[in-house]
């Protein structure tokens, strides 16, 4: 496996890890749109008399803008730049959340709910990009799992801010304070270098050459050779689209993306947060204080497991942690499904589905939730990462509707137990899946992984 040698300049990653940390700050937003609907929806059931339908849709609204949101986010990025393209996000996400807070029926939480989901989906596609394209490869994969440390963040703070307001019934004030740490995100990514990558793709190379001297810390030598690699990957004549229809390597790494796409989301971790609180009442835990809690507890346990994957990623590599990952999920899953198939009746047995809970989710938050990003946003060539990124974002966020709006009807056909039992055998799955397709891309550059694909090497083999 190649790998980067260069150390990085002490300067020049406290430089990479304060745009790393701007940046980042779309992932907070992701985080707390999806863990404040979890304490918001008891409310809003109550407020509206909502049945199980509309509240899958309430839910599963926020998935549909999402997907929307970024299929266009491509077109945008590949045209205003990946910095701008966070900047409409943020606006996007304020606008969002106030609508949200104001919503007078059900259906037009619903709308409001789609309207935010445009601002998931843009920030959730672009961000990884943007945070690949600056960093070292020595840093990339904690880079990017630091977006995925502020999601986790981002869930921690809804959860805590549902506990707070659940008392006085304040499911807008729930909503409606994600519009806070928006505007400071439009205040912050003002402020960040556009991407090197992207400026030289459009032909702007002095900035780009600026740019990369500001992030590698005026090593003019190893700005040269990564402002030639890019050059490189930069010269092919087709992009985007059009790339995906002409070139079959570029079709399979989109697909690729795809896949892994689809693996993160059906491990069933969405599940657990979208619905955390009814989740905690099938396991006995029938007070709203003791359900908001009980969320809490699972957001600190996200929070500080995805620690374990910033600490580990370049380290150990991606695969590693994905194996684990799967294996411990698919576990918790049937460990899960036996005890609501053969009961929660005593204290000891709920303690242990709590446990169980908090097991599944810490494996969740060091391996599938930031690893499917990194791998996502390394595996694309420069010329057609807005499209392939494009491709696998709408397969996360309609999976993710799909997801939040079909759980409380597999309950309902399949029954408790044979809910979580799907979703344990599909995390076995994805251990053969992740042997047979997924390549360990730790410590190797962007254009190396690109050079692999268009070679035509297999996909598991693409990182050598």
């Known amino acids: 496996m190649q790998s980067n040698e260069t150390a990085t300049a002490p300067g020049s990653r406290s430089t990479v890890w304060v745009i790393g940390f ?19 929806l008891p409310l809003i059931e109550k407020a509206f008399s909502v ?16 997907a929307v949101g970024a299929a266009f986010s491509g077109q945008i990025s590949r045209r205003f730049g990946r910095r701008r393209t966070l900047l409409i996000s943020g606006i996007v996400f304020a606008a969002g959340a106030l609508f949200c807070a104001g919503a007078w ?13 445009i601002a998931v989906g843009m920030s959730s596609f672009i961000a990884p990009i ?42 807008r004030l729930m909503l409606g304070v994600i519009a806070l740490p928006a505007l400071l995100m439009v205040i912050g990514m003002a402020t960040l270098p556009r991407s090197p990558r992207w400026l030289i793709d459009r032909g702007l190379t002095d900035e780009a050459h600026r740019v990369l001297l500001q992030l590698r810390g005026g090593d003019q030598s190893r700005v040269d050779a990564e402002m030639a690699l890019i050059r490189d990957s930069a010269q092919l004549s087709e992009a985007g689209a059009r790339l995906f229809r002409n070139n079959a390597n570029f079709r ?6 795809m896949v892994l796409q689809f693996m993160q989301q059906f491990t069933g971790a969405n599940v657990i947060l979208y619905y955390a609180p009814h989740i905690l009442e099938l396991a006995g835990y029938d007070s709203a204080r003791q359900q908001l809690w009980g969320t809490v507890l699972i957001g600190v346990l996200m929070t500080l497991a995805t620690f374990i994957a910033i600490a580990f ?14 294996s411990v999920m698919g576990i918790c899953m049937l460990l899960l499904g036996g005890l609501y198939e053969y009961g929660l009746a005593s204290i000891w047995a709920q303690y242990i589905a709590i446990s169980l809970l908090g097991v599944f989710v810490i494996s969740y938050a060091m391996s599938a939730a930031p690893m499917i990003w990194v791998l996502c946003s390394e595996i694309q060539p420069l010329r057609g990462r807005d499209f392939g990124v494009t491709c696998s974002t709408v397969t996360n966020w309609v999976s ?26 599909l995390n076995f799955v994805f251990i053969l899946a992740t042997f ?26 693409i990182g050598l």
């Open 22 to 40: 701007v940046a980042a700050l779309a992932g907070l937003l992701f985080g707390m749109d999806i863990g404040v609907i979890s304490g918001a």
């Open 51 to 66: 049945n199980d339908f509309m509240q899958e849709m309430i839910v599963s609204a926020m998935m549909a803008g999402a």
């Open 105 to 117: 029926s059900p259906l037009s939480l619903v709308a409001a709910r789609a309207v935010l989901g």
């Open 130 to 171: 943007y945070l690949s394209e600056v960093a070292p490869e020595s840093v990339r994969g904690r880079l990017i799992s630091f977006y995925q440390l502020m999601i986790m963040t981002g869930i921690l703070v809804a959860y805590l801010v549902n506990a707070v307001f659940v008392d006085i019934g304040g499911w």
């Open 252 to 257: 399979r790494s989109t697909g690729l993306g």
């Open 313 to 326: 990623v370049d380290r150990l590599g991606r695969k590693p942690l994905l194996y684990s990952g799967f």
């Open 400 to 425: 993710n509707m799909i997801i939040g709006a079909t759980f409380l009807t597999l309950l309902t056909t399949l029954g408790n137990a044979g809910t979580f039992w799907l979703y344990a055998g």
């Open 436 to 461: 047979c397709l997924i390549p360990e891309t730790k410590g190797v550059s962007l254009e190396r992984i690109e050079q692999n694909l268009m070679a035509g090497r297999p996909l598991r083999r």
